[in-house]
């Protein structure tokens, strides 16, 4: 009881600090452009400014990746409230079968991931080979989005997580989509997903 309490105050809070934001969206025709001929994509955001990703994309047919770890299991109750579902796993439980289980989905039209590369425990802004090996392997581009809000909290771990104070900007910026095939090298990916995340964030954080 005490747990349905927590996540039910966990998605409340949530809605309310991004809820009633100010928002501006650039770049929604790289993913609508996917969507009208029923492409899957793979979304990729920094893990400490996934809130504003997670917030925009919600009911919005979005697969996420959550851990098997205890905050993984809150935040993917607190997901599935918010209309996503789930595939569970990372590098430390269960990410082979994680990893598999993503190949399976994108073979299918119209599949939407949301993965954060250099979550859930970092290091900061250095992205993990997983989303890109999935690009690779079923062919499908990797669309890199940052949402950035004006005001927020700031909070210091193994990174910067960012939390929207209530009523302030958010600027949404959906990046261009990225392509890779099985001849590139996996650094050479990984650097093109940095390169265009870091570009991204740029955006998102000008005037915001």
Request: glycine letters at 8%.
């Amino acid at each position: 009881m005490i747990y349905k309490i927590k996540t039910f105050v966990v998605k409340l809070i949530i809605q309310f600090l991004y809820g009633f934001n100010k928002w501006e969206i650039l770049g929604e025709e790289n993913i609508t452009s996917l969507v009208d001929k029923n492409q899957s994509f793979i979304l990729v955001t920094w893990h400490g400014k996934v809130l504003s990703v997670f917030k925009y994309f919600a009911n919005k047919n979005y697969i996420g990746l959550a851990s098997k770890s205890k905050d993984g299991s809150l935040i993917a109750d607190v997901a599935i409230k918010m209309g996503y579902k789930l595939v569970r796993g990372s590098s430390g439980k269960g990410g082979s079968e994680a990893y598999q289980e993503m190949v399976a989905l994108l073979k299918n039209p119209s599949v939407r991931l949301i993965i954060t590369p250099d979550g859930p425990t970092g290091p900061e802004h250095i992205p993990k080979a997983g989303a890109v090996r999935l690009a690779r392997e079923s062919g499908v581009p990797i669309i890199p989005v940052i949402g950035h809000v004006a005001k927020s909290w700031k909070f210091k771990n193994w990174h910067t997580f960012y939390v929207s104070k209530p009523f302030s900007k958010t600027k949404l910026v959906i990046g261009s989509p990225l392509y890779f095939n099985k001849e590139q090298s996996i650094d050479e990916c990984l650097g093109v997903v940095k390169e265009s995340l870091m570009l991204t964030d740029e955006m998102a954080s000008s005037d915001a």
